[in-house]
């Protein structure tokens, strides 16, 4: 009978270690679903759309992944993935709802970069107007020329514009229709100025 109790200590306890073990098991499955999440968020510009919100998932991930290193690095029956699990949840929930949102942020920003464009244009169409009534006289054609390489290096970013938005990189597009109007900006703000310092000089 004392035999018999012992090998059923020994089964119980075997049994215990067992499905300890079991309970212990690296959440694997849960990992690549989190990954593939993340991933497909990626791919559909979430990370620049959305930027926010998809940081989220990846920190999520981040922290899932450094979780489940930390619990395999632990002896089996002290492991446990509930943290990791949560993580991965999250991390998965989250890119699905970048990728989601990263749809209307993309309409948005479509929006925003074709108005840019035609602001742009007009923007270069003024400055070349206000260039044509710069003050030329001794001295001003060095500045006249710079201006005016700028303002063509200015219409060659017009093309590469509409090419972004043909791309879709609707942000690559509104940066450089700001960059088109900078340049304007600063074109028309210079033969301002010089009309109005030559308006002086008549004056006196």
Do not use: H, W
Request: glycine residues 8%; charged residues 30%.
């Amino acid at each position: 009978m004392g035999m018999v109790r012992r090998l059923t200590g020994v089964a119980v306890v075997l049994g215990m270690v067992v499905m300890a073990a079991g309970c212990a098991k690296s959440p694997d499955a849960e990992l690549a679903a989190a990954k593939n999440a993340v991933e497909e968020a990626r791919k559909g510009g979430a990370a620049a759309y959305v930027a926010e919100a998809f940081k989220g998932a990846a920190d999520a991930l981040q922290k899932a992944e450094e979780e489940i290193k930390a619990q395999g690095g632990r002896f089996a029956l002290t492991r446990n993935y509930d943290k990791a699990k949560e993580l991965l949840a999250k991390a998965k929930a989250d890119a699905e709802k970048a990728k989601a949102d990263t749809g209307a942020a993309k309409e948005k920003a479509k929006g925003e970069a074709q108005a840019a464009q035609k602001e742009a244009q007009a923007a270069l169409n003024e400055a070349k107007a206000m260039l044509a009534k710069a003050p030329k006289g001794k001295g001003t054609k060095a500045d006249i020329e710079a201006m005016q390489g700028d303002l063509k290096t200015a219409e060659g970013m017009l093309t590469e514009i509409q090419a972004a938005l043909d791309k879709e990189d609707y942000l690559g597009a509104k940066a450089k229709a700001q960059s088109v109007k900078d340049r304007a900006a600063s074109v028309s703000g210079q033969v301002q100025q010089a009309m109005k310092q030559k308006g002086k000089a008549r004056k006196k």
